[in-house]
């Protein structure tokens, strides 16, 4: 089962910063927060992780909470071709277990 | 970045007939590839973790003797769907699991997907 609780769906219009909840009470020590997004009829594509500190790559932010149970993913300026599922997961990165899907947001954004 | 390619990206067979889809990792080695299935707005479901050279590993309610899984080198696991019925037509995923640290950013890298349409 997903260890991760994210709303169904979210609207963004064109330009703006899209901001990602995910609730993953849970996690324990050893879990990162994995965000993964699926564009229509595509594998999924990887975005970024962390396991406390805030990261930042090319694509987005991730801030997790002081406490580790939730996290936002953050799409500083949202295109059109960022419409798509994004699934936050957690994951023991020394298991070197699958990654479990929960149901992910429905990211539409419009212009 | 990584690149993980399947083949066929499509595929449309008659009931009963067996398929066959490819998943390779590119440009590094991977001990540990695992298989998805993906219905029509669902989410992905993990089937079975193919280890190199050893046997698959599979979720509870995946037939094993339906979906046969080969992962014969560093690069490649099959995944072969016998007498195949239209209930499993779906899309079909894998992902390889970077063994040999050549990305340092991650290490999980998801194909295409293979389309599979049983008639």
């Known amino acids: 089962d997903a260890k991760t609780t994210q709303p169904p769906s979210m609207d963004c219009a064109e330009g703006r910063a899209a901001n990602l909840p995910c609730n993953h009470s849970?996690?324990?020590?050893?879990?990162?927060v994995y965000w993964y997004r699926q564009i229509h009829s595509q594998g999924p594509q990887y975005i970024i992780h962390?396991?406390?500190n805030n990261e930042t790559n090319e694509m987005a932010s991730l801030i997790i909470t002081e406490d580790r149970k939730s996290s936002t993913l953050i799409l500083p300026h949202a295109t059109l071709r960022d419409t798509a599922v994004y699934y936050c997961?957690?994951?023991?990165?020394?298991?070197?277990?699958?990654?479990?899907f929960g149901k992910g947001t429905t990211l539409s954004v419009s212009s | 970045g990584a690149v993980v390619s399947q083949h066929p990206s499509r595929v449309i067979c008659k009931s009963g007939t067996s398929v066959k889809i490819e998943c390779r990792s590119l440009?590094?080695?991977?001990?540990?590839m695992f298989w998805y299935r993906q219905f029509p707005k669902k989410s992905l479901m993990l089937m079975a973790t193919?280890?190199?050279?050893?046997?698959?590993?599979?979720e509870q309610g995946v037939e094993k003797d339906k979906f046969l899984i080969n992962h014969a080198s560093l690069t490649l696991s099959t995944l072969t769907v016998t007498s195949a019925h239209p209930e499993d037509s779906s899309f079909y995923i894998c992902?390889?699991?970077?063994?040999?640290?050549?990305?340092?950013?991650?290490?999980?890298?998801f194909g295409p997907g293979t389309r599979l349409t049983v008639l």
């Open positions: 849970t996690i324990s020590g050893n879990e990162y």
């Open positions: 440009d590094f080695q991977a001990t540990t």
């Open positions: 992902s390889a699991r970077d063994s040999s640290g050549a990305f340092s950013y991650n290490e999980q890298f």
């Open positions: 962390g396991l406390k």
């Open positions: 193919s280890n190199e050279g050893s046997k698959a590993t599979y």
């Open positions: 997961i957690v994951r023991d990165n020394q298991a070197g277990t699958a990654l479990i």
